[in-house]
């Protein structure tokens, strides 16, 4: 069956660290990726999504993400992390063609002011 | 505009009752999706509507889960029979859909917080 692996639970850093989390994928197939953000409080919302094409994908509030297909990777990073970047980060993976969405356990982020 | 809506936003019931469950998508967006997110955990897949009918039910876990979306809009979980295990949060995407394989994006609702007692 289709997993989605977030090795990392918990994240702290200060302000204008980099940041780099982790998403690993198992499925040898084609694949959609997708990171989402749930801030405190709100609801999940969308940060990007890779279907083909260029592997570096770029969202919003200045992330981005790079898809490796050799090592079923979609690792999220963010050059400069702030304080209003604290939140839950959620990778999900969708097999392409299919409806469902496999997500991970989800990365806590807290960004030290 | 209106974005997702879910409704009751907290349910506390007890083992062996029925609940349902409803969710409001945005304004023509045909595709419905219902998640449950244990703690702790992502949102595990539970059914997937584009219009009326169930295009994917895979997720569901038992027999004792159901969803319906009888006018293509609004859609109500339903489960039978809870127990303790049931307890999470609920939570309903829609997206502007069109009949095959998604490519567009997800909007999530608040989420309905269930707890079985």
């Known amino acids: 069956a289709q997993s989605v692996s977030q090795h990392n639970h918990h994240v702290i850093l200060s302000e204008a660290a980099s940041l780099e989390l982790g998403c690993n994928y198992s499925?040898?197939?084609?694949?959609?990726l997708f990171w989402y953000v749930q801030y405190p409080g709100q609801h999940l919302q969308l940060l990007l999504k890779?279907?083909?094409?260029?592997?570096l994908v770029k969202g919003i509030k200045g992330f981005e993400a790079e898809f490796i297909k050799s090592k079923f990777s979609f690792n999220l990073r963010k050059p400069s992390v702030q304080w209003s970047d604290t939140a839950e980060y959620f990778c999900?993976?969708?097999?392409?063609?299919?409806?469902?969405?496999?997500f991970g356990t989800g990365t806590r982020l807290k960004v030290l002011a | 505009g209106a974005g997702v809506s879910q409704t009751p936003s907290n349910k506390v019931t007890e083992k062996g009752k029925y609940v349902e469950l409803r969710c409001d998508p945005i304004?023509?967006?045909?595709?419905l999706y219902w998640y449950r997110q244990s703690l702790g955990q992502g949102p595990e897949f539970l059914i997937y509507?584009?219009?009326?009918?169930?295009?994917?039910d895979s997720g569901l876990p038992n027999d004792r889960f159901f969803a319906v979306r009888p006018e293509g809009s609004v859609s109500t979980l339903k489960i039978q029979r809870t127990e303790r295990g049931d307890s999470a949060v609920y939570l309903c995407?829609?997206?502007?859909?069109?009949?095959?394989?998604?490519?567009?994006?997800?909007?999530f609702g608040p989420g309905t917080r269930l707890t079985v007692l």
């Open positions: 890779y279907f083909s094409g260029d592997p």
């Open positions: 304004s023509g967006h045909t595709a």
């Open positions: 509507f584009q219009g009326t009918g169930a295009a994917d």
């Open positions: 499925y040898g197939g084609t694949v959609n």
């Open positions: 995407a829609s997206s502007l859909g069109g009949g095959g394989p998604p490519t567009d994006t997800q909007y």
């Open positions: 999900a993976v969708r097999t392409s063609g299919t409806y469902k969405y496999i």
